[in-house]
C-alpha cells in the first residue's frame, strides 16, 4: 500500500479521505494535531508547504519514486489519475457537464475558501460586524454562498450535475467543517438547496466513513443550519 494520506484534525485534508473512500481505495491515514492552530512539526516537516493535506506515495507508480505532495486540487488530480481511473473527474467526452465541472472545481479554492477565509481573519481582527472591512469581507462570503446556492437550486442534485465529482469533493469542507471557525449560519429559506445539498453529501457512506476515520466516531458533520463553532482556545 504505497499510498499514504496526512489528514491535520478538522481541516481542508477530510477532502482527500472522503475522496480515496469514494474511489475505494487502500491508503493509509496518518493522523495530526493542529498546534495550537496552526500545523505541527510532523507535517512542516513532510512538505515545504506546511499545509493540510499532504500525500505521500512511495513508490508511485507514475515515478517510480517517493511523491510527497501538497495543494488539494493537486492530489485530487493526481489521486483521480494515477488510482481512480478518472473517476469523479469530468472530461470533454462528459459534454455539458464538463464546463460546469470545471468552474465548480476551481470555484472551491479559488473563490469560496478564500473569502471564508478572509471573513475569519477580518472578524477575529475585529469583532465588530459593521465595520467596513468585516462587512465588505461579509457579502464576498454571502455573495459566494449564494452562487453555490443557485447552481445547486438548478441541477437539484450535485454541483456539476446529476452525479458527484470532484467539484463537490472540493467544496463540501467550505460548507461544513470551516463553519467551526467561521460560524456561519444557513438559512432554511435563502440557503434551502444548500442545506438539502448537505444532507445528501452526509448520506453518503463514503463520506460518513471518512468524517469518522478524520474526526472519530463522536463528531458530527456540520451540515444543519446552526453549527456549535469550535473553541478555537482550546484547540
Ligand atoms: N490551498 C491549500 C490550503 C491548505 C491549508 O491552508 N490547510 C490548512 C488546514 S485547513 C492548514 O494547513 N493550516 C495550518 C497552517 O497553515 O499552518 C490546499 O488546498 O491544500
Known amino acids: 500500500m504505497p499510498l499514504t494520506l496526512h489528514h491535520m484534525g478538522v481541516s481542508q485534508s477530510e477532502r482527500i479521505v472522503w475522496l480515496a473512500e469514494e474511489l475505494g481505495l487502500d491508503y493509509q491515514l496518518v493522523h495530526h494535531k493542529r498546534d495550537p492552530l496552526l500545523s505541527p512539526q510532523s507535517i512542516k516537516d513532510l512538505h515545504p508547504a506546511g499545509t493540510a493535506p499532504?500525500?505521500?506515495?512511495?513508490?508511485?507508480?507514475?515515478?517510480?519514486?517517493?511523491?510527497?505532495?501538497?495543494?488539494?486540487?493537486?492530489?485530487?488530480?493526481?489521486?483521480?489519475?494515477?488510482?481512480?481511473?478518472?473517476?469523479?473527474?469530468?472530461?470533454?467526452?462528459?459534454?455539458?457537464?464538463?464546463?460546469?465541472?470545471?468552474?465548480?472545481?476551481?470555484?472551491?479554492?479559488?473563490?469560496?475558501?478564500?473569502?471564508?477565509?478572509?471573513?475569519?481573519?477580518?472578524?477575529?481582527?475585529?469583532?465588530?460586524?459593521?465595520?467596513?472591512?468585516?462587512?465588505?469581507?461579509?457579502?464576498?462570503?454571502?455573495?459566494?454562498?449564494?452562487?453555490?446556492?443557485?447552481?445547486?437550486?438548478?441541477?437539484?442534485?450535485?454541483?456539476?450535475?446529476?452525479?458527484?465529482?470532484?467539484?463537490?469533493?472540493?467544496?463540501?469542507?467550505?460548507?461544513?467543517?470551516?463553519?467551526?471557525?467561521?460560524?456561519?449560519?444557513?438559512?432554511?429559506?435563502?440557503?434551502?438547496?444548500i442545506l438539502s445539498y448537505l444532507k445528501r453529501i452526509c448520506e453518503r457512506p463514503a463520506y460518513k466513513k471518512a468524517m469518522e476515520l478524520c474526526e472519530g466516531k463522536d463528531f458530527v458533520p456540520m451540515v444543519g443550519p446552526k453549527i456549535e463553532p469550535f473553541n478555537l482556545g482550546a484547540a
Request: charged share 15%; with cysteine; net charge negative.
Open 54 to 193: 499532504v500525500i505521500v506515495d512511495d513508490p508511485s507508480p507514475v515515478t517510480h519514486s517517493r511523491v510527497v505532495l501538497a495543494e488539494s486540487c493537486a492530489i485530487v488530480d493526481y489521486i483521480i489519475a494515477v488510482y481512480g481511473q478518472g473517476h469523479l473527474a469530468l472530461t470533454p467526452q462528459d459534454g455539458a457537464a464538463y464546463p460546469h465541472y470545471l468552474e465548480w472545481y476551481h470555484f472551491a479554492n479559488g473563490t469560496l475558501q478564500p473569502a471564508i477565509m478572509r471573513l475569519f481573519i477580518a472578524s477575529n481582527a475585529n469583532p465588530d460586524p459593521s465595520s467596513p472591512i468585516v462587512a465588505m469581507t461579509a457579502q464576498k462570503k454571502d455573495h459566494a454562498l449564494s452562487m453555490v446556492e443557485n447552481r445547486l437550486a438548478k441541477t437539484g442534485a450535485y454541483l456539476a450535475g446529476d452525479a458527484l465529482t470532484a467539484a463537490d469533493i472540493m467544496t463540501v469542507f467550505s460548507l461544513t467543517t470551516m463553519r467551526g471557525f467561521v460560524p456561519m449560519e444557513f438559512d432554511q429559506t435563502k440557503h434551502a438547496h
